[in-house]
């Protein structure tokens, strides 16, 4: 079975910057498209970022300009670097990871909830103004 485990996050002040990194266990992850998504207090988990096996990255308005996803096959990571850090990025981010799926997979699918199988356990990012 498939394990995510999500470390990084921390408290930041506005403008500064985290990287956010996960590691799974398994034999799936190569096969797999990985996503970050982040929940706020009382607000729905939403779309961060996303990368296809093909390593085609794909991101949030939100986020999009000062973030940056990567993964290591090798390694079974993906990462998310943030930058500019808002108030507003203030949430627990959660790594997942989809079921198995061909080798390019377009926005519509990495930015839909119902396409991961596997989530993490959560990491803190506080940032403060």
């Known amino acids: 079975q498939v394990q995510l485990v999500e470390s990084g996050g921390g408290q930041v002040q506005a403008g500064g910057s985290l990287r956010l990194s996960c590691a799974a266990s398994g034999r799936t992850f190569s096969e797999s498209a990985m996503g970050w998504f982040r929940q706020a207090p009382g607000k729905e988990r939403e779309f961060v970022a996303g990368?296809?096996?093909?390593?085609?990255?794909y991101y949030a308005d939100s986020v999009k300009g000062r973030s940056t996803i990567s993964r290591d096959n090798a390694k079974k990571t993906v990462s998310l670097q943030m930058g500019n850090l808002k108030p507003d990025d203030t949430a627990v981010y959660y790594c997942?990871?989809?079921?198995?799926?061909?080798?390019?997979?377009?926005?519509?699918?990495?930015?839909?909830?119902?396409?991961?199988?596997?989530w993490g356990q959560g990491t803190q990012v506080t940032v403060s103004s």
């Open positions: 990368i296809s096996r093909s390593g085609e990255t």
């Open positions: 997942a990871k989809t079921r198995r799926v061909a080798f390019f997979a377009p926005y519509e699918y990495l930015a839909a909830r119902q396409s991961y199988d596997t």
